[in-house]
C-alpha cells in the first residue's frame, strides 16, 4: 500500500471515528431516557396517558396527562402566536433587506437569541403575573412564543434569502404580484421554512425556564383552562426528578421518554412529508 | 427600417448606484422580426432587455431616463406589472420553477395573467406553448414530473414555453443558447423562427455572431452602454462600419 493510500485510509478512520464519538452522547440520552422510562410506562398502562400524578404512597405511579395536554396546548398556543409574527417579519425583513426596520428586528431577534429563556420568563412574569396576580396558560403561551419567535425568524428569513435570484426574475418576469412571488419563494425553500417551524415547535415542547414564574404547573386537574396555572412536560420533569419520591421520579423519567419520542416523531414526519425541492 | 416599430427607445439613460450603464441609447425594432443585441461582456444588453420589461426595478439605486415605447406605450410611465404581463422573458440559465410539475411552469403565466379562463383553455394554451417550443412531443407524457428530470437544453425550451403561455406580442431572450448544446440551440433557434412566422416580435441578446446571422433580421451593437451601429443582419454582418462591430465579428472583444 502506498502512502497516498494509507493516509487516505488514516483520514477516513479519523473521520468515522470522530462522528461516532461526535454522535454518541445522542445514542446514549436515547437509551438510557428509554432504558429508565420505558418500564414505567409498562408499569401504569393505559393510565400513564390518561390519568393524573398518584400520591407519593400509591403502589402505582399514575399518570401525566395533565403535562402531556399542557405541552399540547402550550406549543400550539405559543405556535399560533409566534409563526405569523416571526414568519411575517421574516418575510419583510428578506424583502426590505435595507429597511431601518429590518435593522431594528434583526437586531432584536439575536438579542432574544442571546438572552437565558428565564428571563423571558421574569419578563412575563412582570408583565401578564404581577398584575392579574395569577399564573396563568396564557402568561405561559406568551413566555414561549417570545422564545419561539427568534428561531424561527431566523430560520424563515434564511430560507427566504437563500432563494436563487433567477427563480425571482422568472416570477415578476411573468407579471406576478410580490405577494404571488413571496408565496412561490416560500414554497421553493419549503424544507428550510419546515425547518425554521420544527426548531422553534421543539424549542417550545422542551422548555422549563420560561414556564417556572408563568404557566407554573399544576398537577391535580387535567385542564384547567386558559386562565389556570397549566402543566408542561419539562416543566413536571424538572419538578418531579429532584422530589425524592419514587412514584414521582418514574413518571419525570417516563414523561422524559415521551417528550423524547415526540422529538423524533416530529423530525421523521416532516423530513418524510417535506421533501426538498431540487433544483 | 421600414416595418412599424415595436419597441421604441428613446435618449435612455440608466444608472446604477451613480454609474453610467446605459448611454443615451436610441434604437427602434421593427415588429414580426428577430433582432439581435450583440456587445462585449458589461457592455448594457441584459440591462437593456430588463428595462424594456422593468425588472430593472428590481434593483436598488436605478436611475432610468427616457423613452421606452413597446407597441406605442411607455412603458416607463406604466405599472412594472402590467407592462411584464405583455411580454416573455426568457433567461441565460435554464430557471424553469424546482417547485413545479412540467404542467405548472407553462401554466403558471397564463394562470397569474387571465389569459385562460378554464382548465380546458389552459390545457390548450399548454399544449400550444410547448408545441411552439418544440417540446411537446419530449414531455407530453410526463407533464407532471418535475423540471429537475429535463435535461439543461430542454429546460430551456421549457423556459420558452412559460414565456409563451403569457401569448407576449414582443419576446425578449437573454443569451438563451449560451448554456445548452448545439443539437437543442437549433431546435430553439427553429422554434424562433415559426414564432416570427406568427408575426411575435423577438428581442435577443447574444454572444455568438455566428447565431446572430443565422436567425437575425436586424443587429444593434452595443459597446459600453451605448448603441454603436444597428442595421439589417446583412449589412452589419457583411460591411460593418464601425471598428468596434468589426473586432467583435472576428471575435477579438
Ligand atoms: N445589479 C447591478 N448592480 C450594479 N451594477 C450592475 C448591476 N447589473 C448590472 N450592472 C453593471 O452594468 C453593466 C452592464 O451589465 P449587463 O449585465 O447589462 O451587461 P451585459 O452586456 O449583459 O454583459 P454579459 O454579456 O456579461 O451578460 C456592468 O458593468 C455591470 O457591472
Ligand atoms: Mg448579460
Known amino acids: 500500500m502506498d502512502t497516498r493510500r494509507l493516509k487516505d485510509k488514516i483520514f477516513t478512520i479519523t473521520v468515522i471515528a470522530l462522528s461516532i464519538v461526535a454522535i454518541a452522547p445522542v445514542f446514549h440520552i436515547i437509551i438510557y431516557v428509554s432504558y429508565r422510562g420505558l418500564p414505567v410506562i409498562v408499569e401504569s398502562g393505559l393510565e400513564f396517558f390518561t390519568s393524573i400524578p398518584n400520591a407519593v404512597t400509591d403502589p402505582k405511579p399514575g399518570g401525566i396527562a395533565q403535562a402531556i395536554i399542557g405541552t399540547l396546548y402550550l406549543t400550539a398556543t405559543a405556535s399560533i402566536i409566534a409563526v405569523p409574527i416571526a414568519t411575517l417579519a421574516a418575510v419583510f425583513s428578506s424583502e426590505f433587506p435595507r429597511s431601518r426596520l429590518t435593522h431594528v428586528v434583526r437586531a432584536a431577534s439575536r438579542s432574544l437569541l442571546e438572552v437565558a429563556t428565564i428571563i423571558v420568563g421574569m419578563l412575563v412574569f412582570a408583565l401578564l403575573v404581577l398584575p392579574t396576580g395569577r399564573f396563568t396558560a396564557v402568561a405561559g403561551s406568551v413566555a414561549l412564543a417570545i422564545v419561539m419567535i427568534p428561531y424561527v425568524y431566523t430560520y424563515v428569513e434564511l430560507a427566504m434569502l437563500s432563494v436563487p435570484r433567477t427563480y425571482v426574475d422568472a416570477a415578476y418576469s411573468l407579471g406576478m404580484s410580490r405577494a404571488l412571488v413571496i408565496y412561490h419563494k416560500l414554497r421553493i425553500m419549503r424544507r428550510g421554512v419546515v ?57 419525570a423519567w417516563g414523561g422524559a421518554f415521551i417528550l423524547l419520542i415526540s422529538y423524533l416523531t416530529l423530525f421523521i414526519v416532516t423530513r418524510v412529508l417535506v421533501k426538498e425541492v431540487k433544483y | 427600417m421600414q416595418a412599424r416599430p415595436a419597441v421604441e427607445i428613446v435618449n435612455l439613460n440608466v444608472k446604477i448606484g451613480g454609474k453610467s450603464i446605459l448611454k443615451n441609447v436610441n434604437l427602434k425594432v421593427p415588429e414580426g422580426t428577430i433582432t439581435s443585441i450583440m456587445g462585449p461582456s458589461g457592455s448594457g444588453k441584459t440591462t437593456l432587455l430588463r428595462v424594456i420589461n422593468r425588472l430593472i426595478d428590481l434593483i436598488d439605486d436605478v436611475e432610468v431616463s427616457g423613452v421606452v415605447r413597446v407597441f406605442g406605450n411607455n412603458v416607463l410611465e406604466m405599472d412594472p406589472y402590467d407592462v411584464r404581463k405583455t411580454m416573455g422573458m426568457v433567461f441565460q440559465m435554464p430557471n424553469p420553477f424546482p417547485h413545479l410539475s412540467i404542467y405548472d411552469n407553462v401554466s403558471i403565466g397564463a394562470k397569474v395573467n387571465g389569459v385562460a379562463r378554464s382548465k380546458r383553455e389552459l390545457d390548450e394554451i399548454v399544449r400550444w406553448a410547448l408545441i411552439k417550443a418544440m417540446l411537446w412531443d419530449e414531455v407530453k407524457d410526463r407533464l407532471k414530473d418535475p423540471p429537475w428530470r429535463l435535461s439543461g437544453g430542454q429546460q430551456q425550451r421549457l423556459c420558452l414555453a412559460r414565456a409563451l403561455a403569457l401569448k407576449p406580442r414582443l419576446l425578449l431572450l437573454d443569451e438563451p443558447t449560451a448554456n445548452i448544446d448545439p443539437v437543442n440551440t437549433i431546435k430553439m433557434e427553429d422554434s424562433l423562427r415559426s414564432l416570427r412566422e406568427e408575426g411575435m416580435t423577438i428581442v435577443m441578446v447574444t454572444h455568438m455572431p455566428h447565431q446572430a446571422v443565422r436567425l437575425s433580421d436586424y443587429i444593434i451593437m452595443l459597446y459600453d452602454g451605448s448603441v454603436v451601429e444597428e442595421g439589417p443582419t446583412g449589412e452589419i454582418a457583411i460591411n460593418p462600419r464601425h471598428e468596434v462591430t468589426r473586432r467583435f465579428l472576428r471575435g477579438e472583444i
Open chain 1, 195 to 251: 425547518r425554521g417551524l420544527m426548531i422553534g415547535v421543539t424549542k417550545a415542547m422542551g422548555e422549563t425556564a420560561p414556564l417556572l414564574f408563568t404557566a407554573f404547573g399544576a398537577r391535580n386537574v387535567l385542564f384547567g383552562g386558559p386562565l389556570e396555572p397549566i402543566d408542561a412536560l419539562p416543566l413536571m420533569i424538572f419538578q418531579f426528578i429532584q422530589t425524592g419520591y419514587d412514584n414521582w421520579i418514574k413518571l
